[in-house]
């Protein structure tokens, strides 16, 4: 079931992406974020007092430090998407993304099978090709890979935390994170009044990129609370494969050799996992 729950994050997270990405070509970046979270923080709000056993303060202060360092992951990663390569910064935040949280997971005690070995090691290189567009080049700098490697540990962390919460007080961690990111984001719009942009035309796009990303932290929440977080990490991590398919069949975007090498790694790697 973890694993089913884990795909099922990804499908989630994938679809997200990509209607938030072209809610962004008719609206600020901030925009869809921020609206997106409201719209996520609301859907995991409502789910919450159906869904949980309990409610547990501590876990939802833990929630809410998984969120700050999720909003710190993305931030760093739209910064280096504008500054950098896509086909460097998008694998380095990825593959960190999924490697840090199997690190964890094994360091403290994870036992992972031979075939699990292998699906996640499939797995990385997977999200590595299928994360790298076609693209021309531009200056990679030291610095830029940092922030890169920095955006993925931002989203490692959030995994990492999640899984350390009470699967009896789930999906209350993700209300808190929600809640901080939002405060946070309409503190920096208040601020900043010239990085708001109209919701016209995109309005139908943040609502379902806000559906999406909230239902999938759930899912995904749930992975965790049935599953090995190593494993769980590297299966939700897959969610570019779905981007792609449907920026492929939706808007006929073209895909690279590399990309469907990384498609076909994809269900090797989910295959070895599930097998495992």
């Known amino acids: 079931m973890a694993a089913l729950f884990s795909l099922a994050a990804a499908a989630l997270f994938g679809v997200g ?41 501590g876990d939802f202060v833990a929630g809410m430090l998984g969120g700050l360092s999720g909003l710190i992951g993305i931030t760093l990663l739209y910064r280096c998407l504008s500054t950098g390569p896509m086909a460097v910064v998008a694998p380095v935040a990825a593959v960190t993304n999924a490697a840090v949280p199997v690190l964890w997971g094994v360091n403290f005690g994870e036992q992972l099978t031979g075939l699990h070995l292998v699906g996640v090691a499939v797995g990385l290189v997977a999200i590595v090709l299928v994360s790298r567009p076609p693209e021309a080049a531009k200056p990679v700098t030291a610095r830029l890979l940092a922030e890169s490697t920095l955006a993925g540990f931002g989203f490692a962390a959030f995994f990492i935390v999640l899984d350390g919460t009470d699967h009896a007080a789930a999906p209350w961690p993700l209300v808190g994170g929600r809640l901080l990111t939002v405060l946070v984001l309409l503190v920096v719009l208040a601020a900043a009044p010239k990085a708001r942009g ?62 469907v090498i990384g498609l076909v790694g994809a269900l090797g790697a989910i295959s070895l996992i599930v097998g495992g």
């Open 17 to 57: 992406d990509f209607c938030g990405a072209q809610a962004s070509k008719r609206t600020t970046v901030i925009t869809v974020v921020a609206g997106s979270n409201v719209i996520g923080l609301v859907l995991v709000a409502a789910l919450a007092p159906g869904m949980a056993d309990r409610f547990d303060g």
């Open 198 to 259: 109209g919701v016209r035309g995109a309005g139908r796009l943040i609502l379902v990129c806000g559906l999406c990303d909230g239902g999938a932290n759930v899912v995904m929440l749930e992975a965790l609370g049935r599953g090995m977080l190593s494993l769980a990490a590297v299966l939700t991590s897959l969610y570019p494969a779905v981007t792609v398919i449907l920026a492929r069949t939706i808007l006929g975007e073209p895909i690279s050799r590399g990309q």
